[in-house]
C-alpha cells in the first residue's frame, strides 16, 4: 500500500497523480497516506458516481434528514415574520420532550438566520416560556459559531472574548427559561451545552444532569449533550465517557435509542482514523442492539432514528459488515450534517468514501 511506501516515493507518487490526472486525484490519493481527505479537496470530486445513490455534489451539508412538514412550516412562518405560527408549533410538543428539544433547534436555526420573527413574539408577549427558551438557545448557538469548531489553542483572543461574553449571556437567558416552565426539560437539556462550554465542574454538572433526567428520564438529545460533557477532549476523560455512555444504555427503555451512545463513546475515543479499535466485543455488541432496536422502531423516521443510522453506516463498514451498512447508507443517503461525518475536515468526500467502500464490497 501507497503509506508502507518511504515518504519520498509517496510524495513523488502524488506529484505524478497532480501533474497526469489534476491536483484532485493527487489529493483524493493522500487518504490512502493519512486516512483522511484534505479539507481543500472540492466536494463534487467523483470520477466514479455510484449508480443508485445521490451524486456528492447534491448531498446535503446542512440536514441530516429531509426537511419535515414541521422544518417546512418553521422556516415559512420565520421567512413571513408569522411568529405566532412559530409559537404554536412549539406549544404542540409540550410533553412530548423529544420533539420538543428538536423543535427549539428547528426554530432557534430560523432565527440565527434572522430573528426579527422572534424579537416582535418576545415584545407581544415577554414571558412566554416558548420565546424565553428560542432565545436563550439562539443565543448558545451564536455563541457556539463564534467560538468555531478548532480545539481551544487554535482560537483567537477575539473567538474567546466573544465566546465568553454570549455563553455567559445564553446562561441567563436559560435561567429565566427554565423559571418559566419548571416542568420543561428541554431548558435543561440546553444548559448542559452551556456547562460544557462554560466548564462547570463536575458537581455543579451532576446536579443539573439529575434535573433534567427527573423530567425525562431517557431523553436522547440530553444524553447526547452530556455524553459530549464527560468526554476526554471537553471535561471528562475515556473512562468517565465509556462508563456514562454503558450505564445509559443498559438502563433504557427500548425506542429510546441509547444503545447507540456507546459507539459515540467509542468514536470520541478513537477518532477519525481508527479502525481496529472499532473490532471490539463491546463495539459489536452495541452495534447488534442498535440494529435490534432499529428493527422494532425504526419505522417512524425521527430525527433520532436519522442520526443513529448514520453512526450505524460507519460502524458496520469498521466491522467489515459491508451489505448491512449499505442499508444504512441507502436508508440516510442525501443528508450529512451529523456524526462521524460533521467530525471530519472533508464531510462530503469522507461520507462518499466510506458510502462507496461498503456498497461496492457488500456480497
Sequence with gaps: MIRHLPQYLQVRYLAYLAITKGPDAGAAATRKITGLYPAGLTPDYEPEPLAGFKALRDLDTERYAPPSETELEIDKAANAGDWRTAASLLDQTWRRWDERSHVTYLLSRAAAKNDS????????????PGALLVRANRTVRYAWDVRGALPAGHLTGKQVHGFRHYIE???????????????????YRYMIRIARGRGWPHEAMEKLWGEFTSRHPHGFDGHLSALQYWCAKWRGSNDKARSFAAEAAENAPQGTFLSVLPLIAAFEEHGLTAHRQYRTPQVTSAVDSCLEELSSFGEVDSHIVRQVRHVLAYFLNRLGRHGEAAEQFRAVDGYILTLPWSYYPNAVQEYGWYRRDSVRRQR
Design 117 to 128: 420573527w422572534l424579537t416582535e413574539w418576545e415584545a407581544s408577549e415577554p414571558d412566554d
Design 169 to 187: 449571556l445564553a446562561e441567563g437567558f436559560m435561567e429565566k427559561a427554565i423559571a418559566a416552565a419548571p416542568e420543561d426539560p428541554t431548558p
